[in-house]
């Protein structure tokens, strides 16, 4: 693969490049872990601010319906971007425990949103593995919060499903392995 330079962000728009993800309107658009900022790519590459989380962005993801989910890690907690800019805290806690810090997320094709939570790296790992993956199902009561792996792995950071959704693939990057 011969790879070619797309994009770059200019300094004081940010460093730690990461997620990259497609708006609602397919612009290609990524994080900077951090400033907090989202930004995006227009068609003749210019960069172009879209909002910033005042926290740690470390992934994002867009819905069905075109809302952008966001993972930051110093504000502990998943995200919501409304249609006004505005960020909302769609979960932060978990049995009155606060969320280490999410790192990852993504959804299935029921739209139920599955992501890790790690905290910052070095805080779980072999020496401590307390990261977690939680799914957030839709449900006849509306949306439910549920763990899948609880305090129990080396620093997860990456998580996706099959596409029939019978398997959860997640990265736990202490043991450098994918686990299944």
Known sequence: MDAKLFATCQQGEGTDIRGPFLD???ALTFLCQSCGDIVSCDTDRSII???NTGGQPM???VDADGVLYIADIAH???LVMNPDGKYRTLVGSYESAQLQGPSSLCFDANRNLYFTD???LGETGLHNPRGSVFTISNSEGGPMLK????NCL???CGVAVSADGRFIYVCEQAQNRIIR
């Open 76 to 78: 502990g907690a998943i």
């Open 49 to 51: 601010n879209v909002g």
């Open 24 to 26: 609602r309107e397919g």
């Open 59 to 61: 992934d994002a993801a």
């Open 118 to 120: 790690s905290g910052g």
């Open 147 to 150: 763990p899948i792996a609880l």
């Open 154 to 156: 080396a620093y997860p």
